[in-house]
C-alpha cells in the first residue's frame, strides 16, 4: 500500500502548480484576443484593459477611477472654456527618447486621420476642425491641437465640454510616438517595434495563448508599480475561465457565468466583485415602421416588461432595473423615469391593455411582433421572459435568433420590429446616451426622431454645468415618456478577485489599471 | 516523380478554385467586418472600406489577394486613391501598369511596406517614398493578408500561434484513437460475437454518442474537480506530504496559463480521442474480420504459426485499410482544429479562428483558413495514398486490388 | 507400392465432424476411420460435400468455430483432436503440412514472398541465420521448378501465374520437411498441363523425401496416375477403399462404379457412347439418411436393408474393403449392365 | 442404353430428406436480424422513441405544461421535483425538460432522417458513379470533394439562413449537405476494389449500361459498407446540429433538439446536471439504438458472412 501511496504522490507534485516564483506576476482574465496594441486602432473593452496597461493619456485613473494627472502635471481652461493648455510632465517613452507635446499633437491628428480610419475617432471629433478632418473635407491644419513647446500643449475645443479631461483618460487620447510611428507606419504596434510610455510594455504575445505584459523601466513612477508582469489569457468561454481560476490559473477574471452567481458566491465568497457599470441594456423598436410609430404600442409593451422579475429571477447577478436610458451610477445627473414607473406591475399590464385596445388591437385582432437578439445565452434569457410577458398581454411574439454581425446590420438598416441592444458610455457624460436617440444619428437603430428632444440636445451643447445637465434631464423625460427604447437593466462588470490581489479596485467604468495592483502572500 | 508534379499542379488549380468560390461567396453572408454594438459611423466605415481595399471592384480585390497590391496613391484628400499595379518582371526593374492619365509620377508613391521586396523598390523609385501602409503582399508571396476584425493581427500570425496550439492536443488524441482503436478492433474482430466482441465496441462507442460538448465539462467535472479535491483531501489534508494552499490543485489538470506541460493536454486529448476511438475500432474490426475469414490466414495456421504472429503480420495490413481511407479526410478536418475543445478547455488553437471567422465576417482570415484547410485536406489525402502503395503492393506494381 | 504391414503414421479412427448452424446441425463426417502408412500417396476421391476435405482440415485443427469433433487422429502417438493450438502448432507446419486448392487467394497479397517463406522455416527453427534460411528457401523453390526463383524470392504473390503460385504453397509447406503432406485438390484450380506439371512435382518430391502425401481430389483420372491408394468417399462415409490399381480394375461399391462409368475413358472402343450421369442430388448433410447415404440414387439399392443400416467397411480382399450390403447385385450389374 | 436404370424422381425422394427451402436474399437477412437479440431489442426501443416523438403533445397532457410554457415558481433551473410533475427539472428559463427532450428528440430524429437519407442515396451514387467511371471523371469527382469539405460550413450555414429564411429544413438541408463527403469517400474505395471483379466484368460484358451495374451489382454489395458509415454518420449528424444550435445558426426558439438541450446544459454539468441528464440520456439510447441496428443490417445484410 505504501508504494501506492509514494507514485501517486510522484504523479500529483508532477502536475504542481508552479512554485511561487520570485516575480510578482498577475494572471488576468483577458476576455479576447486584442486585435492591435495601437490604441487609435482598438474598439473592444478587453483591448483597451491593455492599451491602458501601456500607454498613459494627459490624464489618468487611480485605482479607485478617479481622475489624476497622468503625461499631463496640470491644465488650464480658457474662460470660453474651449481652449485647454496642459503643462506635460518630464518623461520619457520606453526606449529612452522624451515624451514631447509634438507626440500629443501627432497622436490627436492621426486618430482623426482618414488614413488611420480609426474606429473610434469619432470621440476626437470634440477637438476644432476634427469632424471635418475626419469626414475627409477638412484638412490636417485645421484641427485645432498645438504644441506650444516641448512641454506645453494647446487644444481648442468645437463647444466647450467639461468632459473632455475625462475623455483625456479614454486610448482615443493616448500619445503614440511620433519617430516610431513615422518608421515603421501600419506596424509600429507589433510587439518588435512598439514604444510605450506606460507602466508595462509587451513582452511576448501568443494569438490565442496569451499576452505577457513586463514591467517598463522607463516609466516615470516605475518604482510604486508592485507588479513585474501581467498575463492576458483571452478566455472567452465563462464555465472555461471560472475553472481555470478554480485552479489556480488566474488571480483575476474578465466575466462570470451569470446563471450560477449564487453558486459562485457560495463557492468564493467575498471574492466575488460586483459593481454597476455605465451602460444600459435596452429594447429598441423600430419608429419607421407601423404599429411602432404609434407611441402607445411602444409604451404599452415598455410597461409590461416585468423589471423586477428580470433582474431577480431571469438574471441574479444582481443588476438594476432600469426605467431611464441613463444609468442611475452617473454622477450628477438625476435619471429620468417614465410616469408609469411608479406604478405597480397590474396596474401598468391593464393600462397597457387600454392602450393596445385603443391603437385597435386586442383579442380578436392580436398584435403580431417579431423579437430579434443576437446568439448569447444571457440575451436569450430576457428575450424569452419578455416574450412570455407580452404573451400574458395577448400579444404574438415570435423570437428570431441570428449571429452578432447580421443582428446589428439589420438594426443599422431599420430592417426589424424590435431588436435588443445594449450601450456603454465611453466617457461619465449624459450627452454619450443621449446622442442615441438624437434624430438621424446612425447609432438611433429605431430612428425616433422628436424635434423637441433634438432641440433640447443641441442647445445643451452650447450650456456648461447645471444648466446643461437640467436641460439633457428634459429632453430624456421627453425620450422616456414616449418611449423610444425600452431600458430594461443598467449593465454591471462582475469579476472574480482572489484574496491575495490588492489594488483592485470596484470602479464605475470597470478600469482596473495594473499599474496599482499588487499580490500579497 | 512526375506523379507528384501532377498532385502538386492539382493542388494549386485546387487552392485559386476554393478562394475563388470562397471569396465571391463570402459577401453574400448579411452584415460586414465592422458591423457591432458600438458600429463605426459611415464616414469612418468608408475609411475602413478603403483601408482594407474593399471599395475597389470584385475582381481587383481578388488579384490584390492572389498576388499583391503593390502601390495605391494618396487621394486629394488624404484618402487612399486609385491603384498603381507594380508588377516585378524577372529583370526587375519597375514597371508600373496602372493608368496615370498622363499626371507625371510627381505624386509621392505609396510603397508597400513589409513586403520583402518593398525595401527592394525603393532602391529603384526615386521619388520621396511615403511609407503609408499597404496591406497586402499576396498568397503567391506567402502573406494571407490582414485580419479584417483584428487590426493588427495578420492571418500569418493566426497560423503562426494557433497552429502548433492546434497540434499539441489534435496529433495526440489521433495517435490514441489509432494505436487503440486498432487493436481494439482487432481483438473484436478475432473474438467476434462474443462478450469481448461487444464490449470493445461499445467501449468504442461511448466517445462516438457522448457529444465532445457533454464529454469536455463532465471530465472536468469529474477528473478535474472531484478526483483531484480527493487527492487533495488525501496528501495535503490527511497525509500533509504536500503543502499547497486550498487554491493550488495537486492533479491541475487543467491548463492554466502558468505552466503549460504536457498533462493539461491529457483531458482534451481523452474527449477528442475517444470521439474517434468508436469509429476506428469499428473499421479495423470490419477489415481484421475480412482478414480472418480469408484464405491466406488459413494457410498462416497451417503452418503452425502462432495468433499473435498471425494477428500481427497477417492481419495488420488489411485491418489498417479501411481506417487509412477514413483517416484521410477526417484527419484534415480534425489536424486544423475542434472549436468545442479550444472552447471548452480554454486552449489556444486555430479551431476558434475558422468559426468566428465566418461569425465576424472576417474575409481575409476566412479565405486564410480555408486556404488552410484545404492544404491540409490536400496533403492528408496524398499521404494516404501513398500508405495506401505502402500497404497494398499490387498497387504499386500496377496490379489493381482484387 | 506399399505394403499393408508398415507401421500407419497417421491413423484416423471413428471421425465424426458435425456444424452448429441455425438451421441445426450439419453432419459432414461420421465415422470415417483411414490409416496412411508410411512414404504412400493415398487418394481421397469424392464429389463436393461429401466431406473429403474436413475430415483432414480436423486433424489440422482448421475446421470453422463451429464444428464439433469427435473420435482420433493419432499421429506419433498424440491425438492430434485432443491437442491444444499450442501443442498442435509444433506439428503443424513441421510435421504435417497443406496445400490447399485456389493459390489466387491462399497467399497473403499484402506481404512479399520472401516474408511468407521465411517465417514458417524461422518460427520453427529460431536458431537458423536468415541467409540460411534464405538459401534453403530459394533451393526449395527451384526444386519446385519455379525459375530464376532467386529474383521471385523478393515478388509479390499477384507477379507470379496460377501454376506458379501453387508450387510456391509446394515449396512452403516442405521447408520444414514434414512426414506428411495434406493436399487439398491441389490442381482444380489449374488447368490440365499445369496440373500435370504439379503431379509430377508431387510424386518426385514424395519420393526423394520419402514422406506420404494425402491427395484430396474429385477427379478420378488424377488418382489413376498418381495415388498408391484410394478411398472413395460418399455422404460423409468411407465407401470403398483399394489400391489404385485394383480400385480401377475390380470396382466393388454401386458409387464407385457409377464414378468409373461416368468418366470418360482413353482406351474406351466407342467414344461416341454417352456417359451416365448419376441421377439425383447429393445428400443434405443436415438430414442424413439412416441408412446408406447413396441409396437414393444406388441403382442396386433395396429398401429393406440399405435404407435402415449403414453398411460397415468390410474387407473383402487383402487390401481391398467396402461398405455395400449389395455387393452381388453391383458386380453383376457391373458385368451385364443390369440388375 | 446407360448401365444404370434411372431411378424414378419421386421414388428416389421419398421422404427420404426435405429439400431445402429457397430463400431470398432479404428473406435471409431478415431472419439472421431477427436472430441477433440485441439488434432486435434496440429497433424495438427505437420504435418507442419514434412513437414518443410522433405522439410528443402526449407528453405535454402528462405533464400538464405546453413545451414553451415558463413556469414562473420553476425559473432559472430547477431540479426535478415530483409534486410539481417536473419529472425531469426545468430548465433556465422555467421550461419543462421532460416536454422539450421529447420535441427535441422530434427534431433530431428528423435530423437524423433526412441526414442518412441524403447521405445514402447522394453519398452512395457519387462514390459508385465516381469509383466506377474512373479516369479523369473520378479524379475531378473526388477533388470536388476535397473543395467541398474545405468550404466553412459556418458561412454555408450563414448564407442559407439568411437568403431562405429561418425554417428546420434549411437546417436540415445544411447538415444533409456536409455529410454524405464521407460517404461517397468510402463508397468510392468498396467500388475501386470491386471494379475489376469477375462479376463486374461479366456485367460489362454482357454490355450492361453503367446505371444498370451501378443499380445491380455496385449497390448490393456497396450496402454493407454503406450500412456500417450509416451508423457512423447519424451521431456524427446529431452532433453537426447542436453544433450548429450552439452556434445560433441551428433550430429557433422556442422549439429545439437534443442537441441544443445538451449543448444548454453541457457547461452546467457541475452545478445544475440535470440540464444535462434527461437529453443526454435520450440522445445515448436513440444513438445506441441505431448503432446496433446497423450493425444487425450489416451482419444480416453482407452475403459473404455465411
Not at chain 2, 37 to 52: F, G, R, T, V
Not at chain 3, 240 to 264: C, D, G, R, S, W
Not at chain 4, 85 to 101: A, E, K, P, W
Not at chain 4, 276 to 295: E, K, R, S
Request: aromatic share 10%; glycine share 8%; proline share 5%.
Amino acid at each position: 500500500m505504501k508504494k501506492l501511496l509514494v507514485s501517486i504522490a510522484a504523479l500529483a507534485a508532477l502536475g504542481l502548480s508552479s512554485v511561487a516564483s520570485a516575480e510578482m506576476v498577475l494572471n488576468r482574465g483577458g476576455g479576447d484576443n486584442p486585435g492591435s496594441l495601437d490604441p487609435h486602432q482598438i474598439s473592444g473593452t478587453w483591448e483597451s484593459d491593455i492599451a491602458r496597461d501601456q500607454f498613459m493619456g494627459l490624464y489618468t485613473e487611480a485605482a479607485d477611477g478617479s481622475i489624476i494627472p497622468g503625461a499631463a502635471l496640470s491644465h488650464t481652461v480658457s474662460d470660453d472654456g474651449l481652449t485647454y493648455t496642459f503643462k506635460l510632465r518630464e518623461h520619457n517613452w520606453s526606449d529612452g527618447t522624451p515624451v514631447t507635446a509634438g507626440d500629443f499633437e501627432f497622436a490627436f491628428k492621426r486618430i482623426l486621420d482618414p488614413a488611420t480610419a480609426a474606429d473610434y475617432a469619432y470621440l476626437m471629433h470634440i477637438i476644432a476642425g476634427g469632424a471635418d478632418f475626419n469626414g475627409g473635407e477638412g484638412s490636417v491644419d485645421a484641427v485645432g491641437v498645438k504644441a506650444i513647446d516641448d512641454m506645453t500643449l494647446e487644444v481648442k475645443l468645437a463647444s466647450p465640454a467639461p468632459y473632455f479631461i475625462a475623455q483625456t483618460t479614454h486610448n482615443t487620447a493616448y500619445p503614440v510616438p511620433k519617430h516610431v510611428v513615422e518608421k515603421f507606419g501600419g506596424d509600429w504596434a507589433r510587439p518588435e517595434n512598439i514604444v510605450v510610455n506606460g507602466a508595462f510594455k509587451v513582452d511576448d504575445w501568443v494569438i490565442g495563448e496569451k499576452l505577457t505584459v513586463k514591467k517598463n523601466p522607463m516609466f516615470y513612477d516605475a518604482g510604486n508599480v508592485a507588479l513585474d508582469a501581467v498575463n492576458y489569457f483571452p478566455i472567452k468561454e465563462e464555465t472555461a475561465e471560472l475553472n481555470l481560476y478554480r485552479e489556480g490559473g488566474l488571480d483575476v477574471t474578465y466575466n462570470m457565468p451569470a446563471d450560477i452567481i449564487d453558486e459562485i458566491k457560495a463557492e468564493f465568497g467575498d471574492e466575488v466583485m460586483i459593481t454597476p457599470y455605465g451602460g444600459t441594456y435596452y429594447y429598441t423598436f423600430n419608429a419607421t415602421s407601423e404599429p411602432f410609430n404609434n407611441v402607445d404600442i411602444r409604451r404599452a409593451l415598455s410597461m409590461t416588461i416585468d423589471r423586477d422579475f428580470i433582474t431577480t429571477v431571469v438574471n441574479t447577478s444582481g443588476i438594476v432595473p432600469a426605467y431611464s436610458f441613463v444609468p442611475t451610477s452617473l454622477p450628477g445627473y438625476q435619471a429620468q423615469n417614465p410616469s408609469w414607473a411608479s406604478k405597480s406591475y397590474d396596474e401598468r399590464v391593464a393600462m397597457a391593455k387600454d392602450l393596445l385596445a385603443g391603437a385597435g388591437y386586442g383579442a380578436d385582432n392580436p398584435l403580431k411582433i417579431q423579437l430579434r437578439y443576437n446568439t448569447n445565452e444571457g440575451h436569450k434569457n430576457i428575450a424569452l421572459a419578455v416574450s412570455d410577458m407580452w404573451a400574458k398581454l395577448g400579444v404574438e411574439v415570435e423570437l428570431f435568433n441570428t449571429d452578432a454581425r447580421t443582428h446589428y446590420d439589420d438594426l443599422q438598416k431599420q430592417d426589424f420590429q424590435v431588436g435588443r441592444a445594449g450601450w456603454i458610455w465611453d466617457y461619465p457624460d449624459a450627452e454619450n446616451l443621449l446622442a442615441l436617440m438624437a434624430s438621424g444619428k446612425s447609432y438611433n437603430y429605431g430612428q425616433y426622431s422628436n424635434a423637441e428632444f433634438d432641440a433640447l440636445l443641441e442647445a445643451s451643447y452650447t450650456q456648461s454645468g447645471q444648466e446643461r445637465i437640467e436641460t439633457m434631464q428634459k429632453a430624456e423625460a421627453i425620450a422616456m415618456e414616449e418611449a423610444a427604447l425600452a431600458p430594461i437593466y443598467y449593465y454591471n462588470s462582475k469579476h472574480l478577485v482572489a484574496s491575495y490581489v490588492n489594488g483592485y479596485v470596484a470602479n464605475g467604468d470597470d478600469r482596473h489599471p495594473s499599474r496599482w495592483i499588487s499580490i500579497s502572500e | 516523380m512526375a506523379y507528384v508534379l501532377r498532385r502538386f499542379g492539382q493542388m494549386l488549380i485546387l487552392v485559386v478554385i476554393a478562394l475563388a468560390a470562397v471569396f465571391s461567396t463570402q459577401r453574400l453572408a448579411p452584415g460586414g467586418p465592422f458591423d457591432g454594438e458600438k458600429p463605426p459611423p459611415p464616414d469612418i466605415l468608408i475609411n475602413l472600406e478603403a483601408y482594407y481595399d474593399m471599395d475597389l471592384g470584385m475582381p481587383a480585390q481578388f488579384m490584390g489577394y492572389l498576388f499583391g497590391m503593390a502601390a495605391r496613391d494618396v487621394g486629394a484628400n488624404g484618402r487612399p486613391g486609385r491603384v498603381h499595379w507594380v508588377s516585378i518582371p524577372k529583370a526587375a526593374e519597375v514597371s508600373i501598369t496602372g493608368s496615370l492619365d498622363g499626371e507625371d509620377l510627381g505624386e509621392t508613391l505609396v510603397v508597400r511596406k513589409w513586403c520583402p521586396w518593398g525595401e527592394w523598390l525603393r532602391r529603384f523609385v526615386d521619388k520621396p517614398v511615403d511609407a503609408r501602409p499597404l496591406r497586402k503582399c499576396g498568397i503567391v508571396r506567402g502573406d494571407f493578408g490582414l485580419s479584417m476584425t483584428k487590426r493588427n493581427i495578420y492571418v500569418n500570425d493566426y497560423v503562426r500561434d494557433g497552429l502548433p496550439g492546434t497540434l499539441k492536443y489534435a496529433i495526440p488524441s489521433l495517435l490514441f484513437a489509432l494505436f487503440l482503436g486498432v487493436p481494439m478492433g482487432f481483438v473484436a474482430a478475432y473474438f467476434q460475437n462474443t462478450r469481448l466482441d461487444f464490449s470493445m465496441v461499445s467501449v468504442g462507442m461511448i466517445g462516438t454518442i457522448i457529444p465532445n460538448l457533454v464529454m469536455g465539462p463532465l471530465l472536468i467535472y469529474l477528473l478535474a474537480n472531484q478526483l483531484d479535491g480527493f487527492f487533495h483531501w488525501i496528501f495535503v489534508d490527511q497525509l500533509e506530504w504536500v503543502e499547497l494552499s486550498r487554491r493550488q490543485r495537486t492533479l491541475n489538470l487543467i491548463p492554466s496559463g502558468k505552466s503549460g506541460g504536457p498533462i493539461h493536454y491529457l483531458l482534451p486529448t481523452l474527449v477528442l480521442g475517444t470521439a474517434l476511438l468508436g469509429r476506428i475500432v469499428r473499421l479495423s474490426r470490419a477489415g481484421a474480420l475480412e482478414a480472418l475469414r480469408s484464405n491466406y490466414v488459413r494457410t498462416a495456421r497451417s503452418k503452425g504459426l502462432p495468433n499473435w504472429l498471425i494477428l500481427f503480420r497477417h492481419v495488420l495490413k488489411p485491418g489498417i485499410l479501411p481506417v487509412v481511407t477514413y483517416l484521410g479526410p477526417v484527419s484534415a478536418v480534425i489536424l486544423t482544429g475542434s472549436l468545442v475543445i479550444e472552447f471548452t478547455f480554454s486552449l489556444p488553437g486555430l479551431g476558434s479562428q475558422f468559426i468566428s471567422a465566418a461569425t465576424d465576417r472576417d474575409y481575409t482570415l476566412l479565405m486564410g483558413t480555408t486556404v488552410i484547410l484545404l492544404l491540409f485536406v490536400i496533403v492528408l489525402n496524398f499521404i494516404v495514398d501513398l500508405l495506401y502503395t505502402w500497404l497494398d503492393p499490387r498497387i504499386r506494381t500496377g496490379g489493381s486490388p482484387t | 507400392m506399399s505394403t499393408q504391414s508398415a507401421s500407419p503414421v497417421l491413423s484416423i479412427k471413428d471421425l465424426t465432424i458435425r456444424f452448429k448452424t441455425p438451421d441445426g446441425w450439419v453432419k459432414a463426417v461420421n465415422g470415417v476411420s483411414l490409416d496412411l502408412n508410411q512414404s504412400e500417396i493415398l487418394g481421397i476421391v469424392g464429389e463436393s460435400g461429401s466431406g473429403k476435405s474436413q475430415s483432414f482440415m480436423a486433424p489440422m485443427g482448421l475446421l470453422a468455430d463451429n464444428a464439433e469433433v469427435s473420435g482420433q487422429a493419432l499421429f506419433q502417438g498424440h491425438d492430434l483432436l485432443s491437442l491444444g493450438t499450442r501443442e498442435l502448432n509444433q506439428i503443424r507446419g513441421t510435421k504435417i503440412s497443406m496445400v490447399f486448392q485456389d493459390p489466387m487467394t491462399c497467399l497473403n497479397p499484402y506481404l512479399s514472398i520472401a516474408t511468407q517463406m521465411m517465417e514458417g522455416l524461422r518460427y520453427h527453427n529460431p536458431d537458423i541465420s536468415r541467409r540460411d534460411a534464405k538459401k534453403r528457401c530459394i533451393d526449395m523453390l527451384d526444386q519446385v521448378a519455379i525459375p530464376d526463383a532467386a529474383r521471385r524470392f523478393n515478388q509479390y504473390p499477384h507477379e507470379l501465374s496460377g501454376g506458379m503460385r501453387q508450387r510456391l504453397m509446394i515449396a512452403i509447406a516442405l521447408l520444414n520437411d514434414p512426414q506428411i503432406l495434406i493436399a487439398d485438390e491441389p490442381t482444380t484450380a489449374l488447368d490440365v498441363t499445369i496440373q500435370a506439371q504439379i503431379l509430377d512435382i508431387l510424386r518426385a518430391l514424395q519420393a526423394e523425401r520419402n514422406m506420404s502425401i494425402v491427395l484430396i481430389t474429385h477427379d478420378l483420372g488424377v488418382v489413376a496416375e498418381t495415388c498408391d491408394r484410394v478411398a472413395v468417399m460418399y455422404g460423409g462415409r468411407l465407401q470403398e477403399v483399394a489400391p489404385a490399381k485394383e480400385l480401377f480394375e475390380n470396382p466393388q461399391h454401386p458409387y464407385t462404379i457409377a464414378l468409373m462409368q461416368a468418366t470418360p475413358r482413353v482406351e474406351a472402343d466407342d467414344k461416341t457412347q454417352r456417359l451416365a450421369a448419376i441421377p439425383g442430388q447429393p445428400p443434405n448433410m443436415r438430414v442424413p439418411p439412416p441408412g446408406c447415404a447413396f441409396f437414393p440414387r444406388c441403382a442396386v439399392g433395396q429398401a429393406q436393408p440399405c435404407s435402415e443400416r449403414a453398411p460397415e467397411l468390410e474387407e473383402r480382399q487383402p487390401g481391398h474393403s467396402c461398405a455395400c450390403f449389395r455387393m452381388e447385385a453391383a458386380l453383376k450389374l457391373r458385368e451385364t449392365g443390369h440388375v | 442404353m446407360s448401365l444404370l436404370r434411372p431411378k424414378s424422381t419421386e421414388e428416389a425422394l421419398n421422404g427420404a430428406f426435405e429439400t431445402v427451402k429457397s430463400r431470398s436474399l432479404t428473406r435471409l437477412a431478415f431472419e439472421r436480424f431477427a436472430r441477433n437479440k440485441v439488434a432486435v431489442v434496440s429497433s424495438f426501443i427505437l420504435v418507442i422513441l419514434v412513437l414518443m416523438a410522433i405522439f410528443a403533445p402526449v407528453a405535454e397532457m402528462l405533464t400538464g405544461y405546453a413545451m414553451e410554457f415558463q413556469d414562473r415558481n420553476f425559473y432559472s433551473a430547477k431540479p426535478p421535483n415530483w409534486e410539481a410533475r417536473h419529472f425531469f427539472g426545468t430548465d433556465q428559463n422555467g421550461r419543462d425538460i421532460l416536454v422539450r427532450v421529447i420535441f427535441g428528440l422530434r427534431i433530431s430524429m428528423l435530423v437524423a432522417l433526412v441526414a442518412a437519407t441524403v447521405a445514402l442515396i447522394v453519398g452512395v451514387l457519387y462514390g459508385a458513379i465516381s469509383g466506377l467511371v474512373g479516369g479523369w471523371v473520378d479524379v475531378l469527382m473526388m477533388r470536388f470533394l476535397d473543395l467541398l469539405i474545405s468550404y466553412p460550413l459556418t458561412l454555408i450555414a450563414v448564407i442559407a439562413l439568411a437568403y431562405f429564411g429561418r425554417n428546420i429544413y434549411i437546417v436540415f438541408a445544411i447538415i444533409g449537405l456536409v455529410e454524405w463527403q464521407i460517404m461517397a469517400r468510402v463508397v468510392r474505395g468498396q467500388v475501386l476494389s470491386l471494379r475489376n471483379s469477375d462479376f463486374i466484368e461479366a456485367a460489362r460484358a454482357t454490355g450492361a449500361p453503367t446505371g444498370a451495374i451501378v443499380r445491380r451489382h455496385i449497390i448490393p454489395n456497396v450496402i454493407g459498407i454503406a450500412v456500417v458509415y450509416l451508423t457512423l454518420t447519424i451521431p456524427e449528424v446529431i452532433l453537426v446540429e447542436s453544433f450548429l444550435g450552439f452556434l445560433g445558426l441551428g433550430v429557433q426558439e422556442p422549439n429545439t433538439s437534443l442537441g441544443v438541450l445538451i449543448s444548454e446544459g453541457a457547461t452546467r454539468v457541475e452545478h445544475k446536471p440535470w440540464l444535462v441528464f434527461a437529453p443526454g440520456a435520450f440522445l445515448i439510447i436513440l444513438l445506441m439504438a441505431l448503432n446496433f441496428i446497423g450493425d444487425g443490417l450489416r451482419d444480416a445484410f453482407d452475403p459473404k458472412d455465411r
